[in-house]
């Protein structure tokens, strides 16, 4: 029943939709809109989506038989470096006319990590995510992308192996990693929090749900039309009131974090129901998933900027403009 099923390439605009939804979230939490308190869930609907894709293209390229590590990390790079690099260009050319000499002195430090795939450590040495500090740096974001840019360097070597090793017990091998993680995540919570949202030990459990669905959403039972579009428009509810309801005090992540990605992993075993699916599958939901990467690699810089450069408390009309 759990071995690896057929791995079916196919293109999953609905997807781009569920993308686009995360980066809105983040967005509406950043710019501070005080309906949305948990709107930094939106990295963890990322997570689930990349451990799904990722996993996915690997396990279909060893099943064709064409699955090299070169391949793998040269296609990585290519995607997502060039807009990395740039990105981080533009805020130091910015910063140098805008930061005072402390604050761009430590943006020169938080770019260098950055550019290394390491923001997560830097940024879990200094002040956590949630600080009032954390206004004043504009590349803290980049956390999110360095604890993806590590799951790219390690999850392929291990899933190769696994594959290789282990075929038929590789569905429970990723379920028993993804307790140890979430398990290790609610237990470290209280030891020290910030390294439970900065590194990847405590995160890893959002990358393996997501890796779980390319089995379930082969059951049978996910076969209908009916339980496609309860599941799918459950999982949308399920990630949207628990982006209403989270707040910064919310023991996150942990236990509680799965229950957004749950929400998530519905969402993708559910995608291609019919008549729900049109929340994710139009065009505007499907241009903003498209160009989430980019949104999400500069939406930060500018509000930390414009805020920086304004000092007051940004209003609505800030808001809207910024958004």
């Not at 308190?37 to 609907?45: A, E, M, Q, T």
């Not at 995510?129 to 840019?149: C, N, Q, R, T």
């Not at 899933?159 to 290789?164: A, C, D, G, K, N």
């Not at 450069?309 to 009309?317: A, F, S, V, Y």
Request: charge should be positive; aromatic fraction near 20%; hydrophobic fraction near 55%.
């Amino acid at each position: 029943m759990f071995n690896i099923p057929p791995i079916i390439k196919e293109f999953r605009p609905e997807l781009n939709g569920l993308r686009a939804l995360a980066v809105l979230l983040v967005l509406l939490y950043h710019l501070e809109f005080y309906w949305i308190g948990g709107g930094f869930l939106g990295v963890d609907i990322f997570l689930v989506i990349s451990g799904y894709f990722i996993s996915k293209n690997i396990l279909y390229d060893l099943q064709k038989g064409q699955f090299t590590f070169k391949r793998f990390y040269t296609k990585r790079l290519r995607r997502l470096f060039p807009a990395l690099i740039f990105t981080l260009i533009v805020v130091l050319i910015a910063g140098y006319f805008i930061l005072t000499p402390s604050n761009y002195e430590r943006l020169g430090q938080s770019s260098f990590f950055a550019a290394l795939s390491l923001s997560n450590f830097f940024f879990w040495q200094e002040s956590g995510y949630f600080d009032l500090d954390a206004i004043g740096k504009p590349l803290l974001h980049m956390w999110s992308l360095s604890l993806e840019e590590q799951f790219y360097l390690f999850w392929p070597v291990l899933l190769v192996t696994f594959h290789r090793f282990f075929r038929k017990y590789l569905f429970w091998i990723v379920v028993g990693f993804l307790l140890v993680s979430v398990l290790l995540a609610e237990y470290n919570y209280d030891i020290d929090s910030s390294a439970n949202f900065f590194l990847i030990p405590f995160r890893m459990f959002e990358f393996l749900m997501g890796a779980a669905c390319i089995w379930l959403e082969r059951m049978r039972i996910f076969k209908t039309q009916f339980v496609k579009e309860f599941i799918l428009s459950a999982g949308l509810v399920i990630m949207i009131f628990m982006s209403v309801w989270t707040t910064n005090f919310t023991r996150m992540p942990g236990l509680y974090s799965l229950i957004p990605c749950a929400g998530a992993m519905m969402a993708i075993i559910g995608g291609q129901a019919r008549i729900s699916s049109r929340i994710l599958n139009n065009g505007i939901a499907l241009l903003i998933g498209k160009a989430s990467y980019s949104i999400y690699l500069i939406h930060w810089p500018l509000i930390v900027f414009f805020r920086y450069w304004k000092i007051e408390e940004i209003t609505l009309i800030d808001q809207l403009t910024l958004g």
